[in-house]
């Protein structure tokens, strides 16, 4: 009885670590991108990415019903693919990449707005000053990846911040660089 209570124990906690260990999805970063667009003089877009980040999901349920998303980007790899602006976007004008080297979002909650399409809302910290936001989500589907043989799940988030909220470039207003941010994150995610 002894020895049966045992293997039992044993099985349920190498099965429980199964378990959680399965429910936690990284992003493949060649397949992900962390982008944003403001205005420039109210006439013309201007885009960019943040190319160091790693986002997770931590899900239970196999339709991401219940997931909890995270994302950690370096400040210091904004691309612009203007490297006097991506300088200036560094410095203390705006991200002040030095002092506040990470920007972060933690989710709070998930809804479900139809099909698969969700609403995404959570903590995001930009240049030391946390707010909830919320963004509107989709999730793209899950397939077998034929290259890894691994499940790959996928996910688009969009919305919109206002820079003044989180204290970047005060010095300059907003006929000259748009307050809305329009942010856009895609990523392919595998276990």
């Not at 201007?46 to 999901?57: M, R």
């Not at 989500?137 to 890894?148: E, K």
């Not at 003044?164 to 990523?187: C, H, N, Q, W, Y």
Request: hydrophobic share 35%; proline share 4%; charged share 25%.
């Amino acid at each position: 009885m002894k020895k049966f209570l045992f293997t039992s124990v044993v099985a349920f906690v190498v099965l429980s670590s199964f378990v959680l260990v399965n429910t936690l999805w990284k992003n493949d970063p060649p397949h992900s991108q962390l982008g944003f667009t403001v205005t420039h003089l109210g006439i013309s877009d201007i885009s960019g990415t943040f190319n160091d980040f790693t986002a997770t999901i931590d899900a239970q349920k196999p339709d991401f019903s219940d997931a909890k998303f995270e994302l950690k980007a370096k400040v210091a790899s904004i691309d612009t693919r203007v490297e006097q602006r991506n300088t200036h976007l560094k410095s203390p004008d705006f991200f002040d990449a030095e002092k506040y080297p990470e920007l972060t979002f933690t989710s709070t909650s998930i809804n479900s707005t139809g099909g698969k399409t969700f609403k995404l809302t959570g903590d995001l910290t930009i240049h030391g000053v946390t707010k909830t936001v919320t963004f509107d989500g989709v999730y793209r589907g899950t397939i077998d990846n034929p290259m890894s043989k691994k499940p790959s799940a996928g996910f688009s988030i969009s919305g919109i911040i206002k820079r003044s909220d989180f204290k970047l470039g005060e010095k300059f207003p907003d006929a000259m660089v748009s307050d809305e941010v329009r942010v856009k994150a895609d990523g392919e995610f595998a276990q």
